[in-house]
């Protein structure tokens, strides 16, 4: 995945903004917060972080491709960096970047939600 097509596929997210900071990091935010970042790999290559629940979390730091996200995961977060993007597994990044906007805007007052039109029944 380039950034071209990670910033299309996160723009395609209800309700996100991008913004291009911290080091020319593609930023994407849910409802003014942070859902995931297109950036910070020391090597060159495209790198993508992301939010997760703390069984993904676990499950995704020791695994090939990912690790934890650097600075977030040491703060103690549940960010992972997916750091290999390859065509076996472009359908879990992909999982993962939703998975984390939906994480993301629970996290939002209710209010914000419904202004949104997100997470409504």
């Known amino acids: 995945m380039t950034y071209e097509e990670f910033n299309d596929f996160c723009g395609s997210l ?19 917060k942070v859902f995931a970042i297109g950036g910070w790999d020391d090597s060159g290559k495209p790198a993508f972080t992301f939010k997760t629940s703390e069984s993904d979390y676990y499950f995704l ?34 999982y993962y970047l939703t998975e984390s906007h939906r994480i993301v805007s629970l996290g939002l007052t209710k209010k914000k939600q419904k202004e949104l039109g997100l997470n409504q029944a």
């Open 61 to 94: 730091e020791n695994q090939a491709s990912y690790r934890p996200a650097p600075y977030l995961a040491s703060r103690g977060m549940s960010w992972i960096q997916q750091v290999e993007v390859t065509d076996e597994n472009l359908d879990d990044l992909k």
């Open 14 to 32: 209800k309700a996100t903004t991008h913004v291009v900071q911290w080091g020319n990091a593609h930023v994407w935010k849910v409802g003014g």
